[in-house]
Structures are given as C-alpha cells and as structure tokens.
C-alpha cells in the first residue's frame, strides 16, 4: 500500500510539474544533503519534480553530481550565486551557470551592516546587478534578484523594492512571495506592477499569526504547507501563469520538508 500511495504522489507531482512549471530550490533538503546526497536526489525524483534550483555539488566532483542529476531525471535551471561573486568575480558566476547547464543564476541576500538598509544600499546593490546581469546576458543567462524582505522599506511614495525595479535594466527578479509578504508587501500587488519584472518564483507560505518585519529573518519553522498559511499562494500562481513566468521553485526551510513538500505538490495540482 505504501508504494501505491508514493507513486499515486509522483504521478500527480509530475501532472503539476508539466502544468505550472514547478520546481524545487535545493536549499530546502540542506540538512538532508549534509547526510546523503544520493538518497536525496532520490527522494526529489520521487516527488515527479525534474527542475531545480541549486548550485552546488554537496562535495562531490562536478562529474558525479551530474552523474546523479542524470540518474534523477533532474535538470539545474537555476543556481544562485553571492553578491560578492557578483560584484567581483562575475566570471567565476558565468562559469558555474555554464557548468550546470542553467538559464537562470538568482543572488538571494545583498551583504549590509546591523539590519541597516536604505536609498545607498539599494543604489549600490542596483548598479551591481545591471553591471553583472549584462555580462551573464552576453552569456545567455538570466539573473534574477531574490528580494528578501528589507528592500521594502518606505522611498518617496512606495518602497526601495521600487527604486530597484524601476532601475534594473539588465537583471530580474525572483519573487519568493513568503519573503514579500513577510516584508510588508503584497506579492499579487507586485506581480501585477511590474508585470514583465519578474522571471522566477519561490513558492513558500507563512504559518498564521506570524507578525513579519524588515530583517529578512525568521524562524524557518514558520514555513507551512502551501495553501494553509497567510500567503495568497493560488492568486500569485494564478498570475504566475498569465505572465508566462518559466519556473516556480517550492522552498521549504522547515524541518517537515519531507513531509510537507507533497502535500504542497497535491495543493498546486488541486489548482487546476
């Protein structure tokens, strides 16, 4: 019975893989990798997902891990990249894209002092994401900036999330909706704004009666099922769908990842 009820779950993972491009950003198994990285990448195969967003190789050689992704029938479409990479050695970020065959490098947290973010930070992390996300572009590739909550704070009559948009003319954005909404903003409000800035997607929602706030931290516990939290998750994959956005990846930092991952998979099949 319990075979029947896993490949009953893979099935219709892979039913709303095909339908709304769902993938899964490897951060969410990190402790499950630090044990076993080829029974991790088993368990991924199983859920029916084949995109993911990673990049790196959990200490195998690059040829092994590609061994296993092959094996997996899973495709790295995206892998994240660090701000300082970014600013100083672009190169090295072209190249591990290239490694792994991926269309997408996102860059998930901009460096800054004591929760100290404003009009300077965001000036800065700006002109560093054009000037890198042209030369990825040369490359074929997209970079996308994954907002993590403090770029929403006040700027003339809106946020610094704005400033940022309405100045990136040579990267993206991933919209991790949990960290939008945990930010004070409203993902479907974002979405609907800046309707050609966005090009990937977290999927994530937030316990109720999680107060957010502009750190860009949280308790990882505080992840839930997609679909029973306080996150418009079926508005923002509805309009996920009418923008044509390629990818959304789930994220679950929780320590219920095994367990709530397909639970989140048959809530995306059940919108259909």
Known sequence: MKKIIIATVAVMATFAMNAQEVGLQLYSLRNQFKEDVPGTLKII???????????????????????????????????GAGFEDLENNVQKVIENAKAFDAKYVMCAWVPHDDNKWDLEETKHATKVFN???????????????????????????????????????????????????????????????????????HLKDMENGVEGNNTGH????????????????????????????????????SSRVVEQVPQSLEYLDSLD
Do not use: C
Not at 232 to 241: L, W
């Open 218 to 253: 949280e308790d990882v516990e505080t992840n839930v099922v997609l679909g029973e939290g306080q996150v418009d998750i079926a508005g923002t994959v509805a309009e996920a769908k009418k923008l044509g956005i390629e990818y959304m990846f789930i994220e679950d930092e």
């Open 45 to 79: 195969n199983g859920w029916g997902i084949t995109k993911i967003e990673g990049g790196g190789t959990y200490g195998l050689s690059m040829d092994e891990f590609q061994t296993l992704l092959k094996e997996n029938d899973l495709d790295v479409v995206s892998v």
């Open 131 to 201: 000037k890198s996300g042209k030369e990825l572009k040369k490359n074929g590739i997209t970079l996308a900036y994954h907002a993590h909550g403090y770029e929403f704070r006040p700027w003339k009559d809106g946020t610094l999330f704005d400033y940022m948009a309405q100045n990136a003319k040579d990267f993206t954005f991933e919209l991790d909706v949990y960290w939008a909404h945990h930010g004070g903003a409203d993902p479907l409000a974002l979405m609907k704004k800046y309707p050609k800035k966005f090009t990937l997607m």
